[in-house]
């Protein structure tokens, strides 16, 4: 196989993931995310009809007499149904099961009431989770490529690495943003824990790519540049199997896993996407832009 110049159209890459990156910021910043129980506090009840499950219509039209607040309603399964809305209490969480039940047939499973403390602690540790996360992952590379300080420092590969990763993170995150505007989809902690995943699976990609780049820079003959190409070449086989046989699962969890796990599969999909595409497109070529930037200002 031939070496395929890929940092030659890095400026191609750098505009069209601009382009993403600022259309995910602009929409994030109109419509924000539409935060979901587990960080806004309410209650949660879970029922199963033991005949036929009624539409999210009819169930919606006969709560109506109810102030519920947002509510938010989400088959499970053939016959189940979560609704979530804001805190009642006891006696409004009997009268809405026995209007549920006035027509057809239904069995609780859970009910659950998640205070607004918790959902701001659960935002607050969220924060610090991910802050940390990203500490770590520098920390980390910058450790692992320590020996390599030409002509690109170690600590920059980390940086390469946090910029791909804010790539790979804004884009589900618009995503998310438009979905919640018009269709209502909520920031769950599943949803929450995917995109975490994805900062792993993502630096993990770049970290294939940089420590073949570390393997090929002691074999002397080649630019950074062409060192860059000849490294990207050489993983990319690696790096498309890999994320097609992760893909090809979260689109089956995505399609027949139930309503539950829909959009935790959603975010994996996207953010596997990004990643897959900035870990052979952006993280390498940053650091060929950083060397070209640096050695035009010497």
Not at 17 to 23: E, H, Q, T
Not at 146 to 167: D, E, F, N
Request: hydrophobic letters at 45%; one cysteine or more; a positive charge.
């Amino acid at each position: 196989m031939g070496i395929i110049n890929f940092t030659k159209y890095r400026k191609i890459y750098f505009v069209f993931s601009g382009i993403l990156i600022i259309a995910s910021i602009a929409v994030l910043f109109i419509f924000g995310l539409k935060p979901g129980i587990d960080f806004t506090g309410g209650s949660i009840l879970e029922v199963e009809y033991k005949v036929e499950r009624p539409s999210n219509q009819e169930i919606k039209e006969s709560l109506s007499d109810f102030e519920l607040g947002d509510l938010y309603i989400q088959p499970t399964e053939e016959k189940g149904v979560i609704l979530r809305m804001k805190d009642i209490t006891e006696e409004t969480h009997q009268k809405v099961f026995r209007k549920l039940s006035r027509d057809k047939e239904i069995e609780e499973r859970r009910f659950e009431l998640i205070g607004p403390v918790i959902g701001e602690e659960l935002k607050g540790k969220t924060k610090i989770v991910v802050v940390l996360a990203l500490l770590a992952m520098v920390i980390y590379i910058a450790l692992a490529f320590r020996k390599v300080q030409r002509p690109i420092k170690s600590w920059k590969y980390g940086i390469a690495s946090v910029l791909t990763l804010c790539h790979d993170i804004l884009i589900p995150l618009g995503v998310f943003s438009v979905l919640g505007k018009f269709y209502g989809i909520e920031i769950t902690i599943p949803v929450v824990t995917a995109l975490l995943a994805v900062l792993g699976y993502s630096i993990n990609n770049s970290v294939v790519v940089f420590d073949r780049i570390r393997e090929n820079l002691f074999r002397r003959g080649h630019t950074f540049e062409e060192t860059v190409d000849i490294s990207l070449t050489q993983t990319l086989s690696r790096q498309i199997n890999t994320s097609l046989t992760t893909l090809f699962v979260v689109l089956a969890i995505f399609f027949f896993g139930g309503v539950t796990l829909k959009y935790f599969a959603l975010a994996l999909v996207l953010g596997i996407t990004a990643g897959t595409y900035s870990s052979i497109f952006l993280a390498a070529p940053i650091l060929v832009f950083w060397l070209r930037w640096r050695q035009s200002r010497q």
